[in-house]
């Protein structure tokens, strides 16, 4: 009996790997972010270190998949897929990005291996940075600004915008968003030391 019982399952097994093996395999898509390759504006001709660390990122934004989030439901598919981890690419372009618009200044990402003087530590909080096919994309990126004399200042960026239901538009104004992101923390180092309490309608959050 036991026997007949291992055969049978063997069978149901090897049936359902024949179907499997006759369906049609939809390829994954690999998808990754592009830095900044041009500035029309650099902000400051100082030579500044600068030291940048993420002390915040979403766990269900470490997955590969790349994720959709809707209110409070998140969702993705194994087709549609980060050719690397996104926060490592958000850490390498926000860098890069920085060492495009502040060209006289030193960027090092955290952890660094030795421990320089350093004019600004950039701490940076992602709570959201996904967004929903054919509706808009949705990112939320806080952070501080602490001094090498630790006087420190903060800000939130919030960008949305509309998209179409192609994942290449999404990952397209995602990548915009992490432009205008880099922008706005350049023009803050730039100011050095100059604490900033004003608004930037529907976008950019400063106290």
């Known amino acids: 009996m036991i026997y007949r019982y291992m055969i049978l399952t063997l069978l149901v097994m090897l049936t359902s790997a024949c179907i ?3 369906e049609s395999v939809v390829p994954s898509q690999y998808y990754i972010l592009e830095p900044m390759t041009s500035a029309t504006d650099t902000y400051s001709d100082k030579d500044l270190i600068i030291a940048i660390e993420f002390t915040d990122f979403p766990d269900y934004l470490k997955r590969i998949p790349i994720v959709q989030h809707q209110q409070n439901l998140i969702y993705f598919t194994d087709t549609k897929r980060w050719a690397t981890p996104l926060e490592e690419q958000l850490k390498s372009l926000l860098a ?3 060492e495009l618009l502040l060209p006289y200044s030193t960027i090092i990402i955290s952890p660094w291996q030795s421990s320089p003087q350093i004019d600004h530590q950039l701490q940076v909080s992602v709570k959201k940075f996904s ?3 054919g509706h808009q994309t949705d990112i939320d990126i806080r952070w501080h600004l ?4 630790g006087k420190k200042s903060s800000g939130q960026f919030i960008d949305r915008q509309p998209i179409d239901d ?3 538009d999404f990952v397209r104004t995602l990548n915009r968003g992490l432009a205008e992101l880099s922008k706005t923390l350049a023009q803050e180092l730039a100011k050095k030391n100059i604490r900033v309490n004003s608004v930037a309608p529907g ?5």
């Open 131 to 133: 967004g929903q096919l």
């Open 146 to 149: 602490v001094d090498k004399n």
């Open 20 to 22: 499997q093996l006759g």
């Open 96 to 98: 890069g990005n920085l």
């Open 166 to 168: 192609s994942y290449e």
């Open 203 to 207: 976008s950019i959050l400063f106290s």
